[in-house]
Nanobody
Framework: QLQLVESGGGLVQPGGSLRLSCAAS????????IGWFRQAPGKEREGVSC????????HYADSVKGRFTISRDNAKNTVYLQMTSLKPEDTAVYYC?????????WGQGTQVTVSS
């Protein structure tokens, strides 16, 4: 059973950067597409970014395009979300997920707070 654990969240000032990690155990990520969602209090869950199983294709929400970069290191069984030029509206709990053959697995989430 695939298990995902996010890390790297925290408090950062506007304009700052954070790198989130999504580490997998129980199975290799080689055949999974991976993505990130976020959810802020009182708001709908928002898809942030995703990456194909081989890293050849990436997608970003318009709200983060040009500021966030998703990448994966299959050797380390980890996916990353590099976030730069952070804004207060990026404050949310960030969740990673893994998709393969109709099954989706979720991590427990990591809090990102952008505030001065």
């Amino acid at each position: 059973q695939l298990q995902l654990v996010e890390s790297g969240g925290g408090l950062v000032q506007p304009g700052g950067s954070l790198r989130l990690s999504c580490a997998a155990s129980g199975s290799t990520l080689d055949y999974y597409a991976i993505g990130w969602f976020r959810q802020a209090p009182g708001k709908e869950r928002e898809g942030v970014s995703c990456i194909s199983h081989n890293g050849g294709s990436t997608h970003y929400a318009d709200s983060v395009k040009g500021r966030f970069t998703i990448s994966r290191d299959n050797a380390k069984n980890t996916v990353y979300l590099q976030m730069t030029s952070l804004k207060p509206e990026d404050t949310a709990v960030y969740y990673c997920y893994a998709d393969r053959m109709g099954s989706r697995y979720w991590g427990q989430g990591t809090q990102v707070t952008v505030s001065s």
